[in-house]
Nanobody
Framework: HVQLVESGGESVQAGGSLRLSCAESGFALNRGCLGWVRQAPGKERGGVALIVRDGRSNVAESLKGRFTISGDNAKNTLYLQMNMLETEDTAMYYC????????????????WGQGTQVTVSS
């Protein structure tokens, strides 16, 4: 039984930083992918960043340089460090996991957390 529990979302001013956490249980990262997806109001969900089974990671091109993904295997926790936040980063951020879709899990997300809200004001 996979559980993903996000935390760390809050309201911040543009230019600020936040670190989101995702505590996972029951997911075998060495067989899949674990990452972050966000959904802004009125928009579709979009991939933010992920870590894959061989330890490699990737961040969406438009967010590189501001967002960093990392994990702590000892704590079974995934992090998303977000710097220089912009109002356009306002969204619900979801922790997501999958086993299928090849190395980079390019098929549908199989497991979702409940989400944590990030609101960036100008």
């Amino acid at each position: 039984h996979v559980q993903l529990v996000e935390s760390g979302g809050e309201s911040v001013q543009a230019g600020g930083s936040l670190r989101l956490s995702c505590a996972e249980s029951g997911f075998a990262l060495n067989r899949g992918c674990l990452g972050w997806v966000r959904q802004a109001p009125g928009k579709e969900r979009g991939g933010v960043a992920l870590i894959v089974r061989d330890g490699r990671s990737n961040v969406a091109e438009s967010l590189k340089g501001r967002f960093t993904i990392s994990g702590d295997n000892a704590k079974n926790t995934l992090y998303l460090q977000m710097n220089m936040l912009e109002t356009e980063d306002t969204a619900m951020y979801y922790c997501a996991a999958a086993y299928g879709g090849g190395t980079w899990c390019r098929e549908k997300v199989e497991f979702w957390g409940q989400g944590t809200q990030v609101t960036v004001s100008s």
